[in-house]
């Protein structure tokens, strides 16, 4: 008999760290191995974890909606058989065990020695604890680094601003002598608790946590990393329109739900393969252009916990029956939020359907690292000239949002052109497939 100390895994490669969502346990619960205990969502996905073991739940470490690094131990099993485990797993003894969270503030508030990270080459630490540092104006190189592999963790910059604060504090009271009369003014200025409490009744706070703290950080990374440029163009698709009722009856033969968005996946395509500069990414390390050969196509979905982008793998080599199955699929298990992780990353280049809401026209944001997004809007009835008349006309809206680092306001057009063409007459696809 022994205690287990179960430590947060990896969730995925490149993926250091993952806020507890759920507990599916509490403390003094039986449970059997390979039970799911636990929901962890990270960077890309909601993540299901099981118990490694069977035993009995003796101290939750983590409470849900915070978030822990891989190799932080958030639960403690007592276990009878631990021959499998490893000695550092297997606590013998009942001592109470020392909270993590505080011996790593502990650790990281002391200043740092000449043996820190000081001079290192490398600074190891997540995206999100780097934005932490830049919001508190925390040099990464003055922290000593308390996670594994001598990473710098969200405690050690807490910790260390929060020992300036209270040092710069301390500085100003003892340097500042205060008479009386100060006193009393600053005692005249502490405001009544009646505004506050009023305002608590008008406002309700909620943290930004699970999916929604994924997309913010996801949003502000883009937008401040990617300089953006969105063009804007309208399309006659009266014989896209055309094509798919057409197809529909034979669609649902084959059990197929037949939307526009196949077509346009497909005619994305083979704009890509003109213009091979829009599926790419940019190394920000070697400042290279990668140029992907390969078409990933995300598709943006709408959930009840936020946006969500299944990726179509290799869509080039797929017709239009598989495609729209694939995005019905994914759309379905997305919003059931039984999507794993590996759909859920590797696209090149995403398509974002406002139209299905209801919208037309918009700036969509760059799923980054890609360099480029294609906004559809809905298809409205418009009046046009052709042929020297007035007619009434399909028409659907399109909204491209580009890395204008590497692609230029030309070529952007240019490919944007080219998809139009296609589905003005759908046919041509015919000859792109």
């Avoid at 994305?268 to 003109?274: F, M, V, W």
């Avoid at 943006?300 to 495609?323: F, H, Q, Y």
Wanted: contains cysteine.
């Amino acid at each position: 008999m022994g205690t287990l100390k179960m430590k947060l895994p990896e969730l995925g490669e490149g993926i250091f760290e993952g806020e507890i969502l759920e507990w599916r346990i509490k403390q003094g619960d039986s449970v059997v191995e390979d039970d799911i205990i636990a929901e962890v969502q990270n960077d890309k996905a909601v993540v299901e974890l099981p118990s490694p073991f069977s035993g009995k739940v003796v101290e939750i470490k983590v409470a849900e909606g915070e978030v822990c690094t891989v190799e932080d131990t958030i639960l403690v099993l007592e276990v009878k058989d631990v021959t499998n485990a490893t000695s550092e797993n297997v606590v013998e003894n009942k001592e109470p065990e020392q909270d993590m969270a505080s011996t790593t503030v502990t650790s990281a508030a002391v200043p740092p020695s000449s043996e820190g990270i000081q001079g290192k080459q490398t600074i190891k630490a997540t995206p999100s604890v780097r934005k932490l540092a830049r919001e508190k104006g925390v040099s990464l190189h003055l922290l000593t680094p308390t996670g594994k592999d001598q990473r710098i963790t969200r405690e050690d910059v807490l910790a260390f601003d929060k020992n300036e604060q209270n040092r710069i504090a301390t500085t100003d009271i003892d340097d500042a002598p205060i008479g009386k009369n100060e006193i009393s003014k600053k005692e005249q200025k502490i405001p009544s608790s009646l505004p506050s409490l009023m305002e608590e009744a008008l406002e309700e706070r909620s943290p930004i946590r699970g999916i929604r703290k994924v997309i913010a950080n996801a949003m502000v990374k883009s937008a401040y990393t990617i300089p953006h440029v969105t063009i804007m163009d309208e399309v006659e698709v009266g014989g896209l329109v055309a094509i798919r009722t057409k197809a529909k009856s034979f669609a649902e033969e084959k059990g197929v739900q037949l939307t526009y968005l196949p077509f346009i996946v497909k005619a994305l395509i083979a704009g890509l393969t003109q213009f091979p500069v829009l599926n790419s990414s940019i190394d920000e390390e070697t400042n290279e252009i990668v140029y992907k050969k390969y078409y990933n196509i995300g598709i943006a979905t709408d959930t009840d916990n936020g946006l969500l982008v299944p990726v179509i793998k290799s869509a080039e080599r797929k017709n239009i029956w598989a495609i729209a199955s694939e995005i019905k699929d994914l759309s379905m298990r997305g919003r059931a939020g039984k999507l794993n992780a590996d759909e859920l990353k590797g696209s090149t280049i995403t398509i974002t359907n406002i139209g299905s809401t209801g919208g037309m026209i918009f700036t969509p944001i760059i799923n980054y690292p890609e360099v480029a997004i294609l906004g559809i809007g809905r298809i409205t009835e418009k009046p046009i000239i052709k042929n020297k008349e007035i007619v009434a006309a399909s028409m659907m809206n399109l909204s491209l949002s580009f890395d204008h680092r590497i692609i230029d306001g030309a070529t952007a057009q240019k490919f944007l052109n080219y998809i139009k063409q296609l589905l003005e007459d759908p046919r041509l696809l015919v000859l792109e497939v």
